[in-house]
T-cell receptor
Framework: DTGVSQDPRHKITKRGQNVTFRCDPI?????LYWYRQTLGQGPEFLTY????????KSRLLSDRFSAERPKGSFSTLEIQRTEQGDSAMYLC??????????????FGAGSRLTVL | RKEVEQDPGPFNVPEGATVAFNCTYS??????FFWYRQDCRKEPKLLMS???SGNEDGRFTAQLNRASQYISLLIRDSKLSDSATYLC????????????FGQGTILTVHP
């Protein structure tokens, strides 16, 4: 149990459709992160939240991507008008506590997206 | 130069072998470093933090060379269960939790 639950685990969609992924940290965590991992590459930072505030977004996050964390607990990542290049594993993570733990991320199992 | 660069491998070694991975990074201001392990089709999990003096955890030893800007991971007495992808990770330095991952090095340990 990673303490971060993601849903759905797998999503297959046709190009042009919208998809939404959800991330539920099991306990309260101020900071929540979204990363994307394509085949053969390491994860890449997309965005992060401190409570409900989205504090930073990567250039990778085009206008078709939107993330929310409305009550500072669960978060959603929506991709509109999906493209084949969006096929990837979308990983949600929580940070550790304290100064030394702030850069230690615990990832959820991920949501794997395949765009046909 | 990539921000974090690793030899992707794959490394194929027999059980009991010693294997070492290197990783170079470009951000000279980075203060902390990590190795994560990722099993096939699973999420990355923290393996070790890398401290300036180097650190050891059982069969695993991580070292840091700031002058040359590289990090190494040594695995002694390899086990079949060590087969995985090993990711070198360097914090971006601008925000906590914003990490730059290397491409990963694939290790396969065979009987």
């Amino acid at each position: 149990d990673t303490g971060v639950s993601q849903d759905p685990r797998h999503k297959i969609t046709k190009r042009g459709q919208n998809v939404t992924f959800r991330c539920d940290p099991i306990s309260e965590h101020n900071r929540l992160y979204w990363y994307r991992q394509t085949l053969g590459q390491g994860p890449e930072f997309l965005t992060y939240f401190q409570n409900e505030a989205q504090l930073e977004k990567s250039r990778l996050l085009s206008d078709r991507f939107s993330a929310e964390r409305p009550k500072g607990s669960f978060s959603t990542l929506e991709i509109q008008r999906t493209e084949q290049g969006d096929s990837a594993m979308y990983l949600c993570a929580r940070a550790g506590t304290g100064r030394t733990g702030a850069n230690v991320l615990t990832f959820g199992a991920g949501s794997r997206l395949t765009v046909l | 130069r990539k921000e974090v660069e690793q030899d992707p491998g794959p490394f194929n070694v027999p059980e009991g072998a010693t294997v070492a991975f290197n990783c170079t990074y470009s951000n000279s201001a980075s203060q902390s470093f990590f190795w994560y392990r990722q099993d096939c089709r699973k999420e990355p999990k923290l393996l070790m933090s890398v401290y300036s003096s180097g650190n050891e955890d059982g069969r695993f030893t991580a070292q840091l060379n700031r002058a040359s800007q590289y990090i190494s991971l040594l695995i002694r007495d390899s086990k079949l269960s060590d087969s995985a992808t090993y990711l070198c990770v360097v914090p971006d330095g601008t925000s906590y939790g914003k990490l730059t991952f290397g491409q990963g090095t694939i290790l396969t340990v065979h009987p």
